[in-house]
């Protein structure tokens, strides 16, 4: 087992993880400690367990709200699948496919003339 310690607003704490599990014991605290933080700019010096509470109702008001703008995408996504926009793609005639082809080659003719006029 491994030991993390942290800070939670005024106080420090050391808690036991499973190894590998450090980082993101450390995050959550991070967190946690954000949120205890803009609580005691805001009122000051108060009781840990109060102080815990409101940090913990802080985070689940933004956890709820992140959990609701994921199942409206996730609505908007499934739509989107079930009704794919429709691309039309215009169909480019033979005759003037012949007619830029035409026009490529007296360009290339026309470049290679300018060439040879430049290099005598």
């Known amino acids: 087992m ?7 607003g005024h ?4 808690l036991s993880c499973q190894a590998g599990e450090e980082r993101l014991l450390k995050r959550a605290a991070a967190l946690l400690d954000t ?5 005691l700019g ?5 009781p840990e367990p109060r ?31 079930n009704n794919p926009q429709r691309v039309e793609v215009p ?9 830029m082809a035409e026009l490529a080659a007296r360009a ?3 470049a290679q003339k300018a060439e040879d006029q430049l290099g005598q």
């Open 51 to 81: 102080l815990l509470l409101l940090a913990g109702l802080m985070l689940a008001d933004r956890t709820s709200s992140f959990e609701d703008r994921a199942i409206a995408a996730e609505r908007e996504l499934a739509r989107l699948k």
């Open 108 to 110: 290339e003719a026309l």
């Open 11 to 14: 106080k420090a704490y050391t």
């Open 91 to 99: 169909i480019v005639p033979p005759s003037l496919m012949e007619g």
């Open 2 to 8: 491994a030991e993390v310690e942290f800070n939670i």
């Open 42 to 46: 805001q009122a000051g010096r108060m």
């Open 35 to 39: 949120e205890a933080q803009a609580i």
